[in-house]
């Protein structure tokens, strides 16, 4: 038994009644722009063509009508493709009683069997690189991921919105800063100068902590985590350059306030260290934390998982001791990932995974927290204190970050230094406030980043 062919999804009766009060009032392509909607989305070609004409007519200030359609599509010679000054007669005779709420309809409607007829064409497409197998399976599921996902985003129309209401809901948000007697407007990340430079991080932000290896990046990231966690708050950690168990064994020497290299070993001269082990390991192991080692790792992997976890946390209860969302990303580090786009130019590479990163944190309504390497450059300057032009690879990383924060430890460069296990914390971009530098001390024992309650500066 033969399955019967399936049509292309389309509404022909939309279509038309669009093209025909244009053409009987130009003046409502205003309405039809606002609506999102395209030449392309149109399934017939000689309707994406009169749609075009009308889109030129009215972007030169003119009023689209049956003659000046007419005449537009004689000077592109494409009349006949159309139908010529006839048809467009049929569509204007044919249209309905004109408001703005039967346009709006019969747009969304076009554009609704446009986006099912592109569904079905990257799915097809994938069907048949699977078949074919002449590309490697990671490489169509990121493609298809992402094409999916772009698709996804065109029905998200931003809508305009009125100062009032925006005003009136950033007053609520102060009143609840006031009454909680909380200064910060974002994520505390746990340390109370850092917070009063950056007012914590936002929803919707690309934060980069960046550094040369060894000065304590991914130390650094794990202790804000943990902050973040602290406050009941749900935390996702990539990590593309330690596995999970190694992770895990810093965040246990950090909170117990063991040493990090007896716990590797399994050996404990300490018996007071024995005893902040069992007594704090519990707490550690009901941290709201979420650790992916994917060494291995795209931007559609990273947005797939996180909305995963997101999904399955939506799931559960919320209540006063836990949220029912993912409220914050870690990233160790972005160089590490993948892209299958741009293969033979890193830089390019670069700049399409913090673009996207950038994007997902906007559409996910979280912070996303970007750990960086730096390149070679600083390590020939005089002085090591790094800048935004260190940020390997690309300067997309600079321009698409909220935030940049380099790490800079003097005692690396200068093992006789008086600035001995102090780490220097240098925000040198911030678009929602100052810039400025913070001093932390550093317990490398235990991984574990302070703050110095006495400003020595």
Known sequence: METPSLALPKNMEAETSILGC?????????????????????????????FRVIRSIYNEGKTPDVVTVSDKLKAVAEDEKTGGVDYLFDLASKAPVVS?????????????????????????ESVTEAYRQTAGFDEIVDRSTTSLIDLGNRKQVASILPIKDVVDEEIVKLKERIEQGNPISGISC???????????FKPGDMIVLAGRPGTGKTSLALNIAIEVAKNNLN?????????????????????????????MAGKFS???????????????????????????????DLRSRAKKLNSELGKTPSSKLGRNKLDCIFVDYLQLMHSNVYREDRVRQVEDISRNIKLFAKDMGI?????????RKVEDRSSKVPMLSDLKDSGAIEQDAD???????EDIYKPDSDKKNTAEIYLQKNRHGQQGVVRLKF???????????????
């Open 22 to 50: 244009l053409l009987l009032d130009g003046k409502l392509f205003s309405i039809v722009e606002g609506t999102g909607l395209l030449p392309e989305d149109f399934i017939e070609e000689r309707h994406s063509l009169i």
């Open 100 to 124: 703005e709420s039967i346009i709006t309809d019969y747009c969304d409607i076009i554009v609704e069997k446009s986006l099912y007829r592109e569904f079905i064409k990257i799915c097809s």
């Open 190 to 200: 746990g340390y109370p100068k850092l917070d009063e430079l950056c007012s914590g």
């Open 235 to 263: 935390v996702l950690f990539f990590s593309l350059e330690m596995p999970a168990s190694q992770l895990v064994n810093r965040v246990i020497a950090t909170e117990c306030s063991v040493n990090a290299k007896n716990l």
């Open 270 to 300: 300490d018996r007071d260290e024995i005893k902040r082990l069992w007594a704090n390991i519990d707490s550690v192991s009901r941290l709201p934390i979420f650790i992916d080692d994917t060494s291995k790792l795209t931007v559609s």
């Open 367 to 375: 912070p996303i927290i970007a750990l960086a390497q730096l390149n």
């Open 403 to 409: 935030m940049v924060m380099f790490i800079h430890r």
């Open 443 to 457: 317990i490398p024992q235990y991984t574990k980043f302070s703050s110095i309650i006495v400003d020595e500066y």
